[in-house]
């Protein structure tokens, strides 16, 4: 386990990023609501580079012997990267992931058949997780390639913080600074808040999973939504770097997972959801 001091520091420096940018009136509010998350930094890398297993955005697959690429409607699903789970396990200071083990990402890159995780399209999007099996590094598919990385990320951990998104009393300027001096610094993580421009995508997973759309759960049933279990398994920015070819511009993927089905190791029921600015 990585030193509590990393987090500390870490912690330190946002607390400073909040004091410096958002009005004294909601210092002690945003700081309150501050949780630890695993930042994956990135920087691009040939993919012939990354030893097979490690942790990266883009490029191909590392799988089980055997593995059959996802399908959804005739589609094969794109491929937006793994994770190596002994790699980050000194930065899951919470302990709520597995300690090693890979787990996979996929979502369907489709221009006529945008996923976004309503009900309808739960087979868009697919997480898996291997562990003890002899991988091979497999080429994604030339049908899986709509909106596709334009090069392989290598992923590096670190300790961060995320903050809650509060029902605060922002002026439109205010707003505007800190989002654009301290949201702006987070990126790529695992755990913590989702950052999101919308809708709360814990409340997108929680309308999902029980079959409703998007915001037809908010208005009448909104505490019994934010009490639910939901923990984001993985935040991607799509923007970063120039990341990802997209022409709805900069936007966010996430992947969410209740925490027993966490603990029981069953990525089967990962809810997915997408937003953009």
């Not at 990402?105 to 291997?130: A, M, S, T």
């Not at 909104?222 to 511009?249: C, H, P």
């Not at 027993?260 to 953009?276: A, Y």
């Amino acid at each position: 386990m990585i030193s509590s001091e990393a987090y500390a520091q870490a912690r330190l420096e946002f607390e400073a990023l909040i004091r410096k940018h958002a009005p004294e009136r909601f210092h002690s509010q945003l700081i309150d609501s501050l949780l630890p998350t695993i930042g994956l930094s990135t920087a691009p890398c040939d993919d012939t580079q990354i030893p097979i297993g490690a942790s990266k955005f883009g490029g191909g697959a590392d799988v089980p012997i055997g593995f059959e690429w996802p399908v959804w409607k005739e589609k094969s699903l794109g491929f937006v990267g793994q994770i190596n789970l002994e790699e980050i396990a000194p930065f899951d200071i919470e302990q709520t992931l597995p300690q090693s083990g890979i787990l996979a990402f996929f979502v369907l890159f489709d221009e006529w058949n945008r996923i976004v995780g309503i009900p309808e399209q739960r087979e868009g999007w697919r997480v898996f997780f291997y562990e003890n099996h002899p991988l091979q590094r497999v080429e994604p598919p030339a049908d899986s390639h709509w909106i596709v990385p334009l090069y392989t990320q290598r992923i590096k951990s670190c300790a961060s913080w995320t903050i809650e998104d509060l029902d605060l009393d922002w002026s439109e300027e205010e707003w505007f600074n800190f989002e654009w001096e301290v949201l702006s610094q987070i990126k790529h993580q695992m755990g913590g808040h989702p950052l999101a421009p919308q809708l709360s995508p814990f409340i997108i997973a929680e309308n999902g999973s029980r079959g409703v759309n998007d915001f037809d759960l908010y208005q009448e049933n909104k505490e019994d939504i934010e009490s639910s279990e939901w923990k984001l398994l993985l935040q991607v920015d799509t923007d970063a770097e120039g990341f990802f070819e997209d022409i709805y511009g900069m936007g966010w993927f996430y992947f969410m997972i209740k925490g027993q089905d966490l603990k029981n190791l069953d990525f089967s029921k990962v809810w997915f959801n997408e937003q953009g600015t």
